[in-house]
């Protein structure tokens, strides 16, 4: 049977209709924008929630579950009549139809939904430089699923260590190798000292948690080089008193299921740990328009498509430049204020008419402060003309993570967690559960990791292992 577009309840179809495809921080953005206006939204995702990417990290190391930082889009969103939720994973776009093509899901329903104006919030994925197979041995965090299978991996490998009689196989299974010294790095690296120096020490009886080896390496010559040297050196040095080796100026020659390569010296490692490099969605190919190197659309200063009418990109996505030229760097706070700005713009565009020909207004990005955490009562704040270390910079970046959760809900229970870790150095997600539960040995003794990690989208609508939004930091992306 033929296939027909998805169309909008017949007492809608009069409204303009404004398809968003991802639900990331750009595309939740800019449908709460528009909700209560009258345009008929419809917001597409490949997952049912929004996930809070920027505490992701702490799923991945027992600090939260992924409920504490997740939120179904049906419930964000309920309050808006005018906006419906599709549950789907788009493929492609008809730009001259203006049609958005979804997976079929093999019940003989519509796969394809019509859009007067098409916002594109895709997100970006990791990039391995070349080496898309590292993906398997070294996952990043991009998804629950990454955030679940890295800590099986990690809690895994401290198990198996505790029942090895190899000291060798001990020390390989206690070796953490996290790549990529960006905020994303940094955080991972402070968070995973903390949990074997403190919540894991007093769990083990054959095994010393605390004697692990945590490697961060960085191919550039210092940490944080988004942020001043000062900062830079702060969080290296706060790094090292938690007993992370900071290996700068190095870069990963080759990735192996129980080993890394650096500088022509091979590290056997249980758990390695992918932070470094991203690459934009596939959306510039559904658009058949053209992109820089790392995949991002470039758009005009209104954020929409040059060439195509009536198309937008936000976020990781798009290629924008700021008041100084310079391309705005793909963070989470870029993305929410393209989308409230172009949701706006949109709702007062498309008030008289769907052919409405006034220019939509250029968006001009506030930076509202660059930040990393480090450790306990350490994180740096870089405000552009001021900056913060040390526990006030940690206190502020708690503060503003809270405040960015979605829903009371989420906030009550984080900053409860948080207070109680901070009391006691408990961990209370110490689950290993999904694959790579605990690693298996391998014929020469060593763990193996499961080969089935994903590079998958945190910002939905996009095919799986093709898009995903940079995991920084709450400040950073919101």
């Not at 090292?240 to 870069?251: N, S």
């Not at 959760?405 to 409860?416: A, C, D, I, P």
């Not at 109680?420 to 014929?443: C, F, M, N, Q």
Request: glycine share 12%; proline share 6%; charged share 20%.
């Amino acid at each position: 049977m033929e296939q027909q577009p998805l169309t909008s309840p017949p007492a809608a179809r009069r409204r303009p209709h404004v398809v968003i495809i991802g639900a990331g921080f750009g595309g939740l953005a800019c449908a709460e924008a528009l909700g209560g206006t009258d345009v008929q939204v419809t917001l597409i995702d490949r997952r049912n929630y929004h996930l809070f990417v920027p505490l992701l990290y702490q799923v991945a190391t027992a600090a939260l579950s992924p409920a504490d930082i997740a939120q179904p889009i049906r419930r964000i969103l309920s309050r808006h009549a005018n906006i419906a939720v599709v549950l789907g994973e788009v493929v492609g776009i008809d730009v001259e139809r203006r049609m958005v093509r979804l997976e079929p899901d093999g019940l003989d329903r519509p796969s394809t939904l019509p859009y007067d104006r098409l916002v594109v919030a895709t997100g970006s994925s990791y990039s391995y430089f070349g080496h898309d197979e590292w993906a398997a041995f070294a996952p990043g965090v991009k998804t629950i699923e990454d955030a679940q299978q890295i800590r099986a991996r990690l809690l895994g490998c401290f198990e198996r260590a505790e029942l090895s009689e190899s000291p060798e196989e001990q020390a390989m299974l206690m070796t953490i190798v996290v790549v990529g010294g960006g905020p994303t790095g940094v955080e991972l690296a402070g968070a995973v000292a903390e949990l074997t120096r403190f919540a894991l020490a007093r769990d083990f009886r054959r095994i010393d948690p605390r004697s692990a080896r945590i490697l961060l390496v960085e191919a550039g010559p210092r940490l944080l080089a988004s942020f001043p040297e000062d900062l830079s050196r702060y969080a290296t040095d706060a790094l090292g008193r938690l007993g992370v080796t900071v290996m700068t100026g190095q870069a990963v020659e080759r990735i192996e299921p129980d080993a890394v390569t650096i500088g022509g010296r091979v590290i056997p490692a249980g758990t390695i740990v992918w932070g470094a490099g991203v690459a934009a969605s596939p959306a510039g190919r559904w658009l058949g328009v053209e992109t820089d190197r790392a995949g991002r659309i470039r758009v005009d200063a209104d954020l929409s498509v040059p060439g195509l009418d009536g198309v937008y990109a936000l976020g990781d996505t798009a290629l924008a430049a700021g008041d100084d030229g310079k391309p705005l760097p793909g963070l989470a706070q870029v993305a929410k204020q393209q989308g409230q700005h172009l949701g706006r713009a949109l709702a007062q565009a498309l008030a008289a008419s769907i052919g409405s020909d006034a220019p939509m207004p250029a968006f001009r990005f506030r930076n509202r402060g660059n930040t990393a955490i480090v450790g306990r009562s350490a994180a740096v704040f870089d405000f552009g003309t001021r900056r913060l270390k040390g526990w006030f910079a940690w206190v502020l970046w708690a503060f503003v993570h809270v405040y960015l959760l979605v829903g009371f809900e989420k906030r009550l229970l984080v900053s409860m967690q948080w207070l109680w870790r901070y009391l006691t150095y408990e961990r209370g997600a110490r689950l290993i559960i999904g694959d790579g539960a605990v690693p298996a040995a391998s014929p020469a003794g060593n763990a193996t990791v499961s080969k089935g990690a994903s590079a998958g989208s945190a910002e939905a609508g996009v095919v799986p292992g093709r898009g995903a939004e940079e995991t920084a930091t709450a400040w950073r992306r919101a």
